[in-house]
């Protein structure tokens, strides 16, 4: 396997640096960041949401749950739910279900990122399969994936 086509041609015609990495296969993000070594709030995850029959794409660190509460509620929309595997796996052409890359722009599927990601110097995430991943500057992503930046993640309190 490899890196989505669309992906790579994306990242290739920007010019970024990016380096592509292959490992087993895993179908969460969380289980590909231990796997990979590197950290859940470096790996990110992408949810794709259905508002009010409209497709959003949610990028938030691996190792959080996205508030679809406040997502609602950034949104403006009535109702919100996470999207079911037929409502978008036609949109991401060539990706596995669940692997596709955090660029829903070059999809036509708006973005929306977690500000907690911006944090950190690089990102990593699926790259079209369950056992592909790139690693580049999070400053290039988002100048690419033009994401609006929010805060996503459910915080929970710490035990007492």
Do not use: W
Not at 83 to 104: I, L, N, R, S
């Amino acid at each position: 396997m490899s890196i989505s086509t669309r992906l790579q041609e994306l990242l290739d015609s920007s010019g970024v640096p990016y380096q592509h990495h292959s490992h087993a296969k895993h179908y969460t993000a969380a289980g590909t960041a231990r796997a990979i070594h590197v950290s859940g709030k470096e790996m990110a995850k992408i949810v794709i949401v259905n508002t009010d029959g409209f497709l959003r794409m949610a990028v938030l660190p691996s190792d959080y749950m996205l508030d679809l509460k406040h997502l609602r509620f950034m949104t403006r929309s009535e109702n919100l739910r996470l999207a079911k595997e037929t409502e978008f796996k036609d949109v991401f052409p060539a990706c596995e279900v669940g692997a596709m890359p955090p660029f829903g722009n070059a999809y036509g599927v708006p973005v929306f990122c977690d500000t907690m990601l911006q944090g950190n110097e690089f990102i990593e995430f699926n790259a079209g399969t369950h056992k592909d991943t790139v690693r580049m500057a999070f400053s290039d992503f988002k100048r690419l994936a033009n994401p609006t930046m929010v805060d996503l993640v459910e915080y929970h309190p710490p035990a007492a």
